[in-house]
């Protein structure tokens, strides 16, 4: 899995999915399933306009956290049993 060689912890993943990158993404998450082939600048690029709108992510986390939070703890699964 490419994210066991990420510098970051499970939990710094976690964060930087749903305070980062859901966010950012939250159409493509929500309704198209999985994603691939995404334009890294673009991303940045979304993830750094959602900086500048505080309101758009608190909202965001607090009331549809839950669409991807039961493909994360699977995720977080695999993680924490690769590298306990």
């Known amino acids: ?5 990420s510098p970051y912890t499970p939990g710094e993943i976690e964060r930087i999915l749903f305070e980062e990158v859901y966010p950012a993404c939250i159409i493509n998450m ?3 399933g999985e994603w691939r082939g995404f334009d890294p600048d673009w991303l940045e690029e979304r993830i750094r306009a959602n900086e500048r709108k505080p309101w758009k992510k608190w909202r965001v986390l607090q009331w549809q956290r839950y669409l991807i939070r039961r493909h994360w703890l699977i995720v977080r699964g695999i993680l924490t049993h ?3």
Request: glycine share 0%; net charge negative; hydrophobic share 45%.
């Open 1 to 5: 899995m490419v994210l066991n060689q």
């Open 82 to 84: 690769e590298n306990p």
């Open 30 to 32: 929500n309704f198209l």
